[in-house]
């Protein structure tokens, strides 16, 4: 797959992620065909595109937690600290 068919494909992915949710890169990556770092460098170039504050590491932390954090309280997800916690977002998102 080439690299801007892979981002298109996971731009389509983060851009379905309802509000309320989220997905970690591991869980776009492997719903996208790629790794959570590739998922990371598009993030990087092309997320502004769609609501990048909604894919987060696997602890629910963000390296933008600062500026995702009015998103993530609007959004209505539960907050443990400076991070989204994903257990209570159910079986869904991984622990």
Same mark, same amino acid.
Request: aromatic fraction near 4%; charge should be neutral; glycine fraction near 12%.
């Given at each position: 797959?080439?690299?801007?068919?892979?981002?298109?494909?996971?731009?389509?992915?983060?851009?379905?992620?309802?509000?309320?949710?989220?997905?970690?890169?591991?869980?776009?990556?492997?719903?996208?065909?790629?790794?959570?770092?590739?998922?990371?460098?598009?993030?990087?170039?092309?997320?502004?595109?769609?609501?990048?504050?909604?894919?987060?590491? *696997? !602890? #629910?932390?963000?390296?933008?937690? %600062? =500026?995702?954090?009015?998103?993530? +309280? *609007? !959004? #209505?997800?539960?907050?443990?600290? %400076? =991070?989204?916690?994903?257990?209570? +977002?159910?079986?869904?998102?991984?622990?």
């Amino acid at each position: 797959m080439s690299s801007p068919e892979l981002a298109d494909r996971v731009l389509a992915i983060v851009a379905r992620i309802p509000r309320g949710q989220v997905m970690t890169y591991g869980e776009v990556g492997a719903e996208a065909g790629c790794g959570p770092r590739q998922v990371g460098r598009i993030m990087r170039e092309c997320g502004s595109e769609v609501a990048w504050w909604r894919v987060v590491r *696997a !602890d #629910g932390s963000s390296a933008l937690a %600062e =500026r995702a954090r009015p998103h993530w +309280l *609007a !959004d #209505g997800l539960p907050m443990r600290g %400076e =991070r989204v916690d994903l257990r209570s +977002l159910g079986p869904e998102s991984p622990e």
